[in-house]
């Protein structure tokens, strides 16, 4: 059966309904919950709003209000938001066709491509779960698609709302800016010749939609808007499931016994910003934004402080970008090998995370500790070869 853009988009929603019913299913007859812990998160949040209250009466909501306001329909019909996130998958896949369409990739080639996200059971499983990264996926998506579409006010709107939503979209900024080079220059002379209407007219529009946003959350819910959604972030010490080699220093640094507290954790941010934001913007984003912005998420989530497996969809949604003519493909050891490593360090991981969490073993040292340089260490090969290859 030939597969057509009705085909993938109907399969990859009933792949998604299936994965709903059956979390409904195991919720109900089984003592592990397969509804994420988040998903109670947005939902009482939710609540709290409609009954007039704010987002942030909720314990560990850490997010924009406007998602509160987005799932209000969670009040009278609880698995709204599932629904709403799995949605957002395929409006990111329907959206990834366009661009496949305006890069001059042939309908065939970007179907299949486009079934690494539409029919990945890991990205289905994580939206019904009740994770918002399929919205996240959705609006980063979306803005790459305006950019293509040369709708660059779109882009900047889309653009600031993405980092009002989520803040790491912020790292593309410089990549689009850099990468929109062809439009009329406004000075001649000197480091002025790299100013143009385009990167005017992007930067003013992020910032207009970034400001208007966060300003007219702040208005309404003040400091505890700032502290949670944003500034919250900075001091972080989230070691549950964290994939990330700072897992061991977050877990030390959380406990109420130790006086003198590690900085390290805390200053995690500078390699990480340098690295996504202004290395790989700056070297790639002109010979392909699309494939820049695969590698500038997956070097954010590699060097994040908390990297956890939701985290992957961030650059899961812009992998079909990266695939055309890559040598992943290429060389089909190399994408193979890659696979194999980065399913492997990370069921590794998981064996040992298991085992502390559910069976109250001590696997910190050297079990999480091993497993974890193992995964860092898989991802920055992976991400040598992706940079290689662009």
Request: glycine share 6%; with cysteine.
């Amino acid at each position: 059966m030939k597969l057509t853009t009705p085909r993938l988009l109907v399969s990859a929603a009933l792949m998604r309904v299936a994965f709903f019913y059956y979390g409904v299913y195991q919720d109900t007859h089984n003592e592990i919950r397969f509804t994420d812990i988040d998903y109670f998160v947005f939902t009482d949040a939710s609540k709290f709003t409609a009954q007039g209250g704010t987002p942030y009466d909720r314990a560990t909501y850490r997010y924009t209000p406007i998602l509160a306001w987005l799932l209000l329909p969670t009040t009278q019909y609880y698995w709204f938001g599932k629904l709403l996130f799995a949605l957002g998958d395929i409006v990111a896949g329907w959206l990834m066709l366009r661009i496949f369409q305006l890069r001059g990739l042939s309908n065939d080639r970007a179907l299949k491509f486009a079934s690494v996200w539409l029919l990945n059971p890991m990205v289905a499983t994580i939206s019904t779960r009740g994770s918002s990264e399929g919205l996240l996926g959705a609006m980063v998506i979306a803005l790459l698609w305006a950019v293509y579409e040369k709708q660059i006010i779109l882009s900047g709107l889309l653009t600031g709302y993405a980092v009002h939503f989520k803040i790491y979209p912020i790292v593309y900024v410089p990549s689009i800016l850099w990468a929109l080079d062809s439009g009329p220059k406004l000075m001649g002379t000197g480091i002025l010749k790299w100013v143009n209407k385009d990167r005017v007219k992007f930067a003013l529009a992020s910032v207009i939609s970034f400001v208007s946003l966060t300003g007219a959350m702040y208005y309404i819910y003040g400091e505890p808007f700032l502290q949670h959604t944003y500034l919250h972030h900075l001091s972080r010490s989230d070691h549950r499931h964290n994939f990330s080699p700072y897992n061991i220093l977050l877990y030390m640094s959380s406990s109420p016994n130790i006086v003198h507290k590690s900085p390290y954790p805390s200053l995690a941010f500078i390699p990480q910003l340098f690295i996504s934001g202004v290395f790989l913007p700056f070297m790639l984003a002109k010979k392909d934004l699309a494939k820049t912005m695969f590698v500038q998420t997956f070097a954010f989530v590699t060097f994040n402080k908390v990297c956890t497996s939701q985290y992957f969809m961030w650059y899961i949604v812009l992998l079909p970008f990266y695939l055309p003519g890559s040598a992943m493909l290429r060389k089909k050891w190399l994408g193979v090998w890659s696979l194999i490593l980065w399913t492997l360090s990370q069921v590794l991981w998981l064996q040992q995370g298991f085992e502390l969490e559910y069976l109250g073993k001590s696997t910190f040292f050297p079990g999480i500790f091993a497993a974890t340089l193992i995964f860092f260490s898989v991802n920055i090969w992976i991400l040598g070869v992706t940079i290689e290859d662009i």
